[in-house]
């Protein structure tokens, strides 16, 4: 029974460059979430997400960030035109309903 | 605008006695409380959790306690063992629906042999 799969586990851009984040979610889970973790810092949320349908963005950038769920496939989170600042821990975590959320091992960007 | 509070950023304790972490929260709205490990280089995995109808909820050696009054929660583990050293976060979550869940910044708990 596999977990939340996340890749890349590291992935390193060069600014201006776009970034793209996977997530598979536990079987049977159809609720995703993303959450970043900035140095020192809490993991603050990004998007919540059903297949195809976005229903919290309220965490996300008005810019240059954004997030799908298709109905078949990943999740995905896409960065464009990176800049150092998005250097974080990139979180995705899946819940079955309104249970508990089961976080993925994390994506790791560096902005050069 | 921090709405959970972890205010010591780490703790050290002896194998085999009591770790209190604790937590505290400005937002009434939040019904639904859950604590966090997380190793470095891992993503965080899920501890314990209780809803606001509960002041107490309690699984082998965790225990987490609640007081709405004060907005507080604290998280007992005991006893301590050196496998529960980790950075530890509390969250919430909030009523009406909303399924996100708000972070404390964490705080390091090291248990030592």
């Known amino acids: 029974n596999a977990g939340v799969m996340q890749n890349p586990r590291h992935l390193v851009r060069r600014r201006g460059q776009e970034a793209r984040l996977r997530c598979s979610p536990m079987k049977g889970h159809s609720h995703v979430y993303w959450y970043r973790q900035l140095p020192e810092e809490g993991l603050k949320f990004m998007v919540y997400l059903q297949k195809e349908n976005i229903i919290d963005e309220s965490g996300m950038p008005k810019e240059r960030f954004s997030a799908e769920f298709p109905k078949e496939g990943p999740s995905i989170l896409r960065i464009q035109q990176v800049v150092r600042g998005d250097s974080a821990a990139y979180f995705c975590?899946?819940?079955?309903?309104?249970?508990?959320?089961?976080f993925g091992p994390g994506t790791r960007l560096t902005v050069l | 605008d921090q709405q959970v509070k972890q205010n010591s950023p780490s703790l050290s304790v002896q194998e085999g006695r009591i770790s209190i972490l604790n937590c505290d929260y400005t937002n009434s709205m939040f019904d639904y409380f859950l604590w966090y490990k997380k190793y470095p280089a891992e993503g965080p995995t899920f501890l314990i959790s209780i809803s606001s109808i509960k002041d107490k909820n309690e699984d082998g050696r965790f225990t987490v306690f609640l007081n709405k009054s004060a907005k507080h929660l604290s998280l007992h583990i005991v006893p301590s063992q050196p496998g529960d050293s980790a950075v530890y976060f509390c969250?919430?979550?909030?009523?009406?629906?909303?399924?996100?869940?708000?972070f404390g910044k964490g705080m390091k708990l090291t248990v030592n042999p």
């Open positions: 975590a899946s819940s079955h309903r309104l249970d508990e959320q089961f």
């Open positions: 969250a919430a979550r909030g009523k009406g629906g909303s399924e996100k869940l708000v």
